[in-house]
């Protein structure tokens, strides 16, 4: 569910959105949202019996997950810097 996130919506915010601060914003709240679903949806799976997210027993520690999440969040800012960079040439083209 992140991962469709920050494809779907990371560029084109950089792209759309005039401040870059603004679409860092939006896209983190994006994120996040999914994020606390995507989390929630996992959780109740494992309580369920599936452990193909998180390993069983209450001394493991999700860090594989966790790496992941950052990971994809870090890409999806660099997505938005791309998309704003990308549409500040264009814009600058067109005024130009």
Same mark, same amino acid.
């Given at each position: ?8 919506? /990371? !560029?084109?915010? *950089? ?9 860092? &914003? +939006?896209?983190? @709240? ?22 193909? /997210? !998180?390993?069983? *027993? ?9 790496? &992941? +999440?950052?990971? @994809? ?24």
């Amino acid at each position: 569910m992140i991962a469709i996130v920050t494809v779907l919506l /990371a !560029f084109p915010l *950089g792209y759309l959105m005039r401040s870059h601060l603004a679409a860092n &914003v +939006a896209y983190a @709240i994006a994120y996040l949202w999914a994020f606390t679903f995507q989390t929630l949806y996992l959780t109740l799976s494992w309580v369920g019996g599936d452990d193909s /997210a !998180f390993e069983k *027993g209450p001394d493991a520690f999700p860090l594989s997950y966790g790496l &992941v +999440a950052s990971g @994809i969040f870090a890409v999806g800012f660099g997505l938005v810097a791309l998309g704003h960079r990308v549409g500040a040439r264009r814009a600058a083209r067109v005024a130009g």
